[in-house]
């Protein structure tokens, strides 16, 4: 079973940078698909950022390519979401997720961390 547990969130003012962080524990996190989603109040889940943990590709949302970049630490068993020029519009809560299949970055993902919630004010 896979142990996701999310970390970094906290409250920062537009244009500000914060980077989060998802610790992966058991399982074996070379095969799998790391992706970010996270969801406002009162506003559905949606994709964020994912990657290939083997390597092979980065996939972004239209609303955050160029802002925020996804990686990975394979000696710290981490993925990584640093979000630069951050905006109000960008306040959620952020979740990790992990799925054994590379097909469809932006969906099908088995499991999930607790989420860490961002805020940004103007």
């Known amino acids: 079973q896979v142990q996701l547990v999310e970390s970094g969130g906290g409250l920062v003012q537009a244009g500000d940078s914060l980077r989060l962080s998802c610790a992966v524990s058991?399982?074996?996190?070379?095969?799998?698909?790391m992706g970010w989603f996270r969801q406002a109040p009162g506003k559905e889940r949606e994709f964020v950022a994912a990657?290939?943990?083997?390597?092979?590709?980065?996939y972004y949302s239209d609303s955050v390519k160029g802002r925020f970049t996804i990686s990975r630490d394979n000696a710290k068993n981490t993925v990584t979401l640093q979000m630069n020029r951050l905006k109000p519009e960008d306040t959620a809560i952020y979740y990790c997720?992990?799925?054994?299949?590379?097909?469809?970055?932006?969906?099908?993902?088995?499991?999930w961390g607790q989420g860490t919630q961002l805020t940004v004010s103007s």
């Open positions: 997720a992990a799925k054994r299949s590379s097909l469809l970055p932006t969906s099908g993902y088995h499991y």
């Open positions: 058991g399982g074996t996190a070379s095969t799998y698909l």
């Open positions: 990657l290939k943990w083997s390597g092979g590709g980065t």
